[in-house]
Every structure is written in structure tokens, then in C-alpha cells.
RNA sequence: UGGGGGAUCGUCCAACGGCAGGACACAUGGCUCUGAACCAUGGUAUCGGGGUUCGAAUCCCUGUCCCCCAGCCA
């Protein structure tokens, strides 16, 4: 933790533990992160596990980490180590209660025994089609399979040849006994166990050949870990009184489940199916693509931990469907880095600036300040000399009104350089580019002062062209073109608002010297410009930077303004 | 015409019968060698209708709207 992080608001599920504690139901707080190990952790994600580790941590408790690895058809080791660094580097640990549900296995099949045995389990031999033709509607009662009263003996003798493996898939499945006409659907007789023989799991291997369904595994690791209160989504809000059945008729420890809102932000998504198909597809470079919504491609892109953790204390916790406005992301990312990274110069778009009287062959080092917010960051000497780089922005032939910057017979300060004025400018005949620009300096004014006391309103950032590096920097932006890509219109799919635009890749931008040996992950702030970070991509040979997030920029909103206006 | 859940500024979250508050966003001004940061100011909210109460976002009744559930996924 860098920094203070702002505290969190009370919510509804530490009132709910609050209660626990005071009333006896228990004693002390113990939760658990459960990943399904199928894809990478996302932002979502960060907001579970915060709450997990966040809770057990304001009661002095503890948070396991436990892998639901249920379905080997879905998931693989691939996933564990990734999810497990994606945890550590939000600061969260679980010390050795690093926890597998296939762990659980054998006490989850014990488990199955005894629910047959007292006569509320039965292995079904309906195929997958005829289950959901008796589960009835949303509106009609379901009803009873044909299989449904089976003896005890018969059906504890079907479910030991379903775990030796004498049946192929699909030809049977254990089920509660519950109630077919429950007006949840839920309790109608939920399937506990189907039988998968391909592919292995991936910790198991092929020592078991039928698996647990959520419902009979999740409750139980929690019981059988002494988890006290299992936090979920939402969408389990109906499966609580399955999960508590199993409880009451297992006699097991009661863990109590308490659900909230999953956290949804605009101009993404945030379903593991989707960021899949998107990386399967070639829609992004990968799941570290840095603009996928998924903690390593945040990573990379240069979002802080410290920055994503704010985040999520700030969105809080409540039960309301939401849709967070990914400004306030890049607010407390910005927050952070203005505070912490180093200020640089780079020029994203290069123009040529001829310091026409500088003499030819002379350079000579100015002083710059590492970071305005940190004094103890210190300063650097930068190269000036007869010929600079600008960014092409900080020009124009024919200046808007309140364009402080550089044009023709202006004035313009270069930050910790000299003031400049425009004498003239070269454009290529062909294409209408200004290709180079002249300029004088004032030998007065070194270090950017003004000591006659006059008023240079703009300053712009510059580097010299016999020492700037070259770097490739990739420029990123929402990858969707709507708020909510989640709510196609009609005929529509969320892949129809991609935008176009989320990555420019800018090559030959021109950096300050010495930044070629910055390590990937180092961020920076390229002064007006905004926050970028060195990528994984990159090399001394061939520096790479990812836009972290763009500096704030009141110019473009006077300019589209004066635009609009017209 | 089943069951579960939810409605408070544009967006999130708070207020737990006692002055509806904070953050982001937006707007305006200040400051400025980053048009950044920072500072100041401003506008906009209790879903509707009844009721209880000295007093209701909060309690009761009623209506409306939104979300989730019919995987051998989690």
C-alpha cells in the first residue's frame, strides 16, 4: 500500500457481520476468494476478492483462496497461476490456505452417500433433454422423473458404478430430491453429479470420472473449510435456499451466504465469455492486452494497484445493478501516478524546430524538474540545441483564438528552454505538411524565465534532436464506442461497438535520452501529455510505451467548443 | 398469470424516524514555466399515490418500472 488509500463507506454486508458477531451466530470471521480457474481475474473480480480479503481483514479474520475447479472441461493449471499473482499483486495474500474444491472430492462423494442414504438423493437416468422437458417453466411446476423412487440400495449400487466409470457420459446423474413443483426452480431436484470422462482433470487426473455440480460443491468447501460467510454475486440470490437445504440435511457447518451487486463499468465488458471470444478471435493481442478490462492487461497498461484498490473502495457495495462510469478509474489512476511518476519529455508527433541564431554544433544542458508534487524526485539536465522536435499539435499556420502555443511571429516558451518566437515555416508543396520551423531564441530568457517580466502564456514541451530517442508508443482507447456495449440494440452484439480506434500504434516518437533503458512497468508522465508506461514489449533497441491514461486536456475542450459554437 | 432482488444528483455510494451528504462527471472563476495538478464556486436527486408521526429517503398500504432464474456452466 503506497499510499493512504481513502477509507470505505459502511455497507450492507459489514452491518449484516457486525450483527453476527454481536448475536453469537458466530464468533469469528473467516471468507473465501473462489475463482474458477477457466480465464483471467478481471476488474469484477477485484471487486469480489476485495470485499473477501477486505472483510475478513476489518474483523481481524482470515480469507482463504480456493480454486472451484469443478468442470475439467472448462478450466486448466494455465489459469491458477496467473489468478494467483493477479491477487498478490493487488496486495491481497492467503498465507498456506491456498485451497482446491477437487481437494474435496472424496468428503463431497461421502457427502452424496449419505444424502442417498437418507433417502434424498437419486441417480436419474433421463438424458440431458428429458431433464429440462420435466423441470416445467418459469410459470409451471415441474414433474416427477419416472426414476425419482428408486430404492436406497439401488441407487447407492448406480452411484458407485457412476464414480467406477461404467456408464459414458450423459447416461445418468445424481440429483437432490427435492421438490418438483418448487416455485423456485432451483429445488427441483438440482443435478449433484455428472459423469465427465474426457478431458482429465487437470489435478486429478483420471482418478475421478464424476464431478460435483456448483450447488453440491461450493456450499460444501465453504463448510467444510469453516468459511462463516460466503460472499457471492447476485445471481446466487436464488440458489441460497439450495445452499442451505444441503446444510441442513448434511448437518454441517452453516455458513452463512450474503450477495451483492457485481460491479459492471462503461465502455467495456465484464464477462469472462465475452473477453474470451475477444482474445480467441484476435479482437486484442491477448488477455494482457492493455485494453482489456482483465487485471494483467491493466497491469501492463500502467494502472497501479494501489490506483485499481481505490477503485474499488470508492464504487462501494451495495445490491443495485450498476454501471460504473470508467472516468472515475482514470481519475484515481491519474491520482496516483501525478503523485508518483517521473516527469519526461516526448514528443508523440515530431515537427522540426531550427533554432536559427543558436550556433551550429552547440549544445549545452538546462535543468529540469523530475516531479513538481515530490521536491525529494530532484531535477535532471536535458539537451538543448540548435535542433528540436515539437509535437505537431503545439503549431499552427493559422492560430484559433486563445491558441497559446507556437505560430507564425508568436512567442512560446520551451519548458526549462528558452522563449522561442516563430520566424517562418516550411510546408511540403505536395502534401500541405509543415515540415520544419524556424525559430529564434532569446539568450535572455535560459531555464524558461522571463526576466524583463514579460507574460509568455504558452510553455511546450521539446526535445533535441541530436539526442532524443526514438520509441514506438501505442495509444489506447475505450475499446468500445458505447457506454454499455452489454445492451445491444436489436440484431445487434456487443462485438458491433467495438471501436476502431482503441489502439494507434505511433512509431518514431522522439524521447528524452536514457529512456530506452527504462524496465517495462516503469511509468512516467511525458509532460502534457500523459501518463505512459513502458511496456513488456519493450527493448533498448526498441522502446516500447503504452498510454497508461491521457493527461487531462482543457484545449481540446476550448477548441471543440469554439468548433461547435460556430 | 411462478420465484427471487432492486428503485436517492448525469454516474456510483451514504444518511439506520431528526438540516438529504461525499466522490466522479459537468459548468464557471482563480493560480500556473505542464491549457496538468491544485484551489474556489455552482446546478441537478429521495419512482408515483395514500397513510402513521411533532417530524418519513427511512415505518405501513398501494401502484409503476428495472434486474436475475427454466446448463449434466459457475
Known amino acids: 500500500m503506497s499510499q493512504e488509500e481513502t477509507s470505505a463507506p459502511g455497507n450492507f454486508i459489514r452491518d449484516a457481520i457486525e450483527e453476527d458477531l454481536r448475536n453469537g451466530r458466530f464468533t469469528e470471521v473467516h471468507t473465501r476468494f473462489p475463482p474458477e480457474p477457466n480465464g483471467y481475474l478481471h476488474i469484477g473480480h477485484a471487486k469480489a476478492l476485495t470485499i473477501d480479503f477486505g472483510m475478513a481483514e476489518t474483523f481481524g479474520g482470515k480469507c482463504n483462496l480456493r480454486f472451484d475447479d469443478t468442470n475439467p472441461v472448462k478450466e486448466d493449471v494455465e489459469f491458477v497461476d496467473a489468478i494467483k499473482e493477479d491477487i498478490h499483486w493487488l496486495g491481497f495474500d492467503w498465507d498456506d490456505r491456498e485451497y482446491y474444491a477437487s481437494d474435496y472430492f472424496g468428503q463431497l462423494y461421502e457427502f452424496a452417500v449419505r444424502l442417498i442414504k437418507k433417502g434424498r438423493a437419486y441417480v436419474d437416468d433421463l438424458s440431458a433433454d428429458q431433464i429440462r422437458e420435466y423441470r416445467g417453466t418459469l410459470t409451471e411446476p415441474g414433474k416427477d422423473s419416472p426414476w425419482r423412487n428408486r430404492s436406497v440400495e439401488e441407487n447407492l449400487a448406480l452411484f458407485e458404478r457412476m464414480k467406477k466409470g461404467e456408464f459414458p457420459e450423459g447416461a445418468c446423474v445424481l440429483r437432490a430430491k427435492i421438490d418438483m413443483a418448487s416455485p423456485n426452480i432451483n429445488m427441483r431436484d438440482p443435478v449433484m453429479y455428472r459423469i465427465i470422462h474426457n478431458p482429465l482433470h487437470h489435478r486429478t487426473g483420471s482418478t475421478w470420472c464424476i464431478y460435483p455440480m456448483y450447488d453440491f460443491a461450493h456450499g460444501q468447501s465453504d463448510s467444510i473449510e469453516g468459511i462463516t460467510h460466503s460472499l457471492c454475486d447476485l445471481a446466487y440470490e436464488d440458489h441460497r435456499p439450495l445452499y442451505e437445504w444441503f446444510i441442513k440435511e448434511l ?16 465502455y467495456t465488458i465484464l464477462s469472462k465469455r465475452y473477453l474470451k471470444q475477444l482474445v480467441d478471435h484476435g479482437h486484442v493481442r491477448g488477455w494482457d492486452d492493455p485494453r482489456m478490462p482483465t487485471l494483467c492487461g491493466m497491469r501492463r497498461r500502467g494502472f497501479s494497484a494501489s490506483a485499481v484498490r481505490n477503485f474499488i473502495t470508492q464504487i462501494g457495495v451495495a445490491k443495485n445493478e450498476n454501471l460504473i462510469d470508467i472516468a472515475l478509474l482514470e481519475f484515481l489512476v491519474r491520482e496516483d501516478l501525478n ?58 499556420e493559422e492560430p484559433p483564438p486563445k491558441y497559446f502555443r507556437l505560430a507564425p511571429g508568436k512567442e512560446v516558451r520551451l519548458r526549462y528552454g528558452y522563449i522561442i518566437k516563430c520566424v517562418d515555416y516550411i510546408k511540403d508543396p505536395h502534401t500541405g505538411e509543415v515540415t520544419e520551423i524556424h525559430c529564434t531564441y532569446d539568450p535572455e530568457t535560459r531555464g524558461g524565465y522571463a526576466p524583463d517580466g514579460r507574460k509568455v502564456q504558452g510553455t511546450i514541451h521539446w526535445v533535441s534532436a541530436g539526442s532524443a530517442i526514438d520509441a514506438e508508443i501505442r495509444m489506447y482507447d475505450r475499446l468500445f464506442s458505447v457506454p454499455d456495449p452489454n445492451k445491444p440494440e436489436e440484431g445487434k452484439t456487443y462485438l458491433d461497438y467495438l471501436n476502431p480506434d482503441s489502439l494507434t500504434v505511433l512509431q518514431h516518437c522522439k524521447l528524452e535520452a536514457g529512456l530506452e533503458n527504462a524496465k517495462p512497468g516503469t511509468r512516467y508522465q511525458f509532460e502534457r501529455k500523459g501518463f505512459f508506461t513502458v511496456d513488456l514489449d519493450s527493448t533498448p533497441a526498441k522502446p516500447v510505451f503504452n498510454l497508461t491514461v491521457p493527461l487531462r486536456d482543457s484545449w481540446a475542450k476550448i477548441e471543440s467548443g469554439q468548433k461547435a459554437g460556430k
Open 251 to 266: 448437518e454441517i457447518f452453516p455458513t452463512r451466504q450474503i450477495e451483492f451487486a457485481r460491479l459492471n463499468l462503461t
Open 339 to 396: 503523485k508518483t511518476a517521473l516527469r519526461v519529455m516526448g514528443v508523440l508527433n515530431p515537427v522540426k524546430v531550427v533554432i536559427t541564431n543558436y550556433p551550429e554544433g552547440q549544445t549545452e544542458f538546462l535543468e529540469a524538474v523530475n516531479n513538481p508534487e515530490d521536491p525529494s524526485a530532484g531535477t535532471r539536465p536535458v539537451e538543448f540545441s540548435r535542433e528540436l522536435f515539437i509535437d505537431q499539435d503545439d503549431f499552427r
